[in-house]
């Protein structure tokens, strides 16, 4: 099987070279992804709990879904993508904001991704794949950010960083 690339950027997000996902990791490279929010008619979102054997933040509880955009492919392509590959599902997505964060992991990779944000609405159950999902449930953001803050452990850095300095942005329902 060839290793899925990740699109190198700068920190304006233009594209300066493709490498594989794991090699990027390993060197920390600034690198091109994305994180889906979905909500539905109850103002809630959904979450997912990462499968066991992910090869980092495994069973860790995070966003509905998050990946590497593949070279040619818009944002909201690879969200469509990655929600239906993950989720079981497909809704628009409309893009917010974009940042840049660095975590690094216990085994020794990093994330260090340009992360763009992308918002969507759906209101039944998802078809989880459980190659990738453990677990999914519905939360609202106060109930999210309260235990965030009482078990911090429990969920994915990128999602923690999100929560402190983007809630206004993901916060869209009023």
Not at 77 to 92: I, K
Not at 109 to 128: K, M, S
Not at 136 to 149: F, P, Q, R, S, V
């Amino acid at each position: 099987m060839i290793e899925e690339q990740v699109i190198l950027v700068n920190e304006k997000d233009e594209q300066i070279g493709l490498m594989g996902k794991m090699e990027a990791h390993e060197k920390a490279l600034l690198h091109r992804a994305f994180s889906v929010f979905v909500f539905n008619d109850k103002k809630e979102l959904m979450i997912q709990q990462r499968a066991i054997h992910k090869y980092h933040s495994p069973g860790l509880w995070t966003n509905t879904c998050c990946s590497h955009q593949r070279a040619g492919e818009s944002n909201i392509e690879a969200g469509t993508r990655r929600l239906q590959e993950e989720m079981g599902f497909v809704t628009n997505l409309e893009e917010s904001i974009s940042f840049i964060y660095k975590a690094p992991f216990d085994n020794g990779l990093t994330e260090h991704e340009f992360d763009h944000i992308l918002i969507g609405h759906f209101n039944d159950d998802p078809a989880i794949n459980l190659d990738e999902v453990a677990a999914w449930k519905w939360m609202t953001l106060d109930a999210i950010k309260a235990d965030i803050e009482n078990q911090p452990d429990l969920y994915t850095a990128w999602f923690k960083i999100i929560f402190e300095k983007f809630y206004e942005h993901i916060n869209i329902i009023e």
